[in-house]
């Protein structure tokens, strides 16, 4: 009898949701604002990583012979996609009003997720016999960055608490219902990858490039944000600075946003041959947020008016 590839034994939901970024302030953790440069600066990532996400597993699809993870991809793929569509309004609706150069911001992520990690990099055509091991490397790359981003999801729903802790309400339900999400969702990428591929040495080199790479996307966009704010020592502008590396330490102390030593013992975990994302974060924390998230509300009242205005 064949085993079940996937682990996700709850029901996973794609959820619209509805924000209003008139009011909220460029430094919405008040407390922090290095921080809230970070976490402004993901959303620039998300965009780009989460389309990428998409592209990949809608590659997938035909090599998922599994049907109940087959669903679970299909549901992966339609909660990116709104995921990566609010962080574009945020970006487009919040952030440029604060005179944020979204092109710019842009640059280092488009680099690698529009044209090293295409079906054909850099413009380069493989060969057909190695489609498949790229793709399988690909949905590897995937399976590691939502390592990342179910942690993160995790730290975020156990320790963050941003709006309990007088931050801006806004941001904090669009990060924390995305955060929440990626928890709920958390099991499906890698089980994607183990059914595929599999291939635990490649996981291991994957997450060796993965793991230094995104550590250095946060970084580097960070500062670049904090560049042009006053509030912000000049110590903590660059990424060659001990001062800056200081800063965001502290900032994970603080529980606002996880730091560089949360993200290398992050690393370590994924490596264990006997990892896997079920036992890493609780599903039920997630879908207790979710059911009760504002934005989440918001959508689903908007679209109660609108049948209610059709019928």
């Not at 997720?113 to 990099?121: A, M, V």
């Not at 981003?149 to 219902?177: K, M, N």
């Not at 013992?265 to 039920?284: D, G, I, N, R, V």
């Not at 908007?302 to 019928?311: G, H, I, M, R």
Request: include cysteine; charge should be positive.
């Amino acid at each position: 009898m064949q085993l079940q590839a996937s682990k996700a034994n709850w029901i996973m939901t794609p959820r619209q949701v509805k924000f209003e970024w008139k009011n909220s302030p460029l430094h919405w953790i008040p407390q922090d604002p290095l921080a809230s440069h970070a976490l402004n600066h993901f959303s620039f990532t998300l965009v780009r990583g989460e389309f990428f996400f998409c592209r990949m597993f809608n590659k997938a699809l035909p090599y998922i012979t599994d049907e109940k993870l087959k669903e679970d991809a299909k549901i992966f793929i339609r909660q990116e996609a709104i995921h990566s569509q609010a962080h574009a309004i945020s970006i487009d609706e919040y952030l440029v009003r604060y005179g944020i150069d979204s092109n710019s911001q842009y640059q280092r992520v488009v680099k690698i997720f529009d044209k090293f990690l295409l079906d054909s990099p850099f413009g380069y055509r493989l060969p057909k016999k190695l489609e498949r091991t790229w793709l399988n490397m690909r949905i590897g790359v995937v399976a590691a960055a939502e390592h990342f981003t179910s942690a993160i999801g995790q730290y975020v729903l156990t320790r963050s608490h941003w709006e309990e802790r007088g931050c801006d309400p806004v941001v904090s339900d669009l990060f924390t219902w995305h955060s929440a999400e990626e928890v709920e969702h958390r099991t499906v990428a890698f089980d994607v990858y183990q059914h595929i591929s599999g291939n635990y040495p490649l996981r291991v080199v994957i997450m060796g490039l993965v793991a230094p790479l995104f550590t250095y996307l946060l970084a580097a966009g960070t500062v670049q944000l904090a560049q042009d704010d006053p509030s912000i020592p000049k110590k903590q502008k660059t990424i060659w600075r001990l001062g800056f590396w200081k800063a965001w330490h502290r900032s994970d102390l603080n529980g606002y946003v996880p730091g560089p030593v949360w993200y290398l013992k992050t690393t370590f975990s994924y490596l264990k041959p006997t990892y896997h994302p079920y036992f890493e974060a609780s599903t039920e924390l997630a879908q207790a947020y979710l059911a009760q998230s504002a934005g989440v509300l918001a959508s689903l009242r908007s679209k109660a008016s609108v049948t209610e205005v059709l019928s």
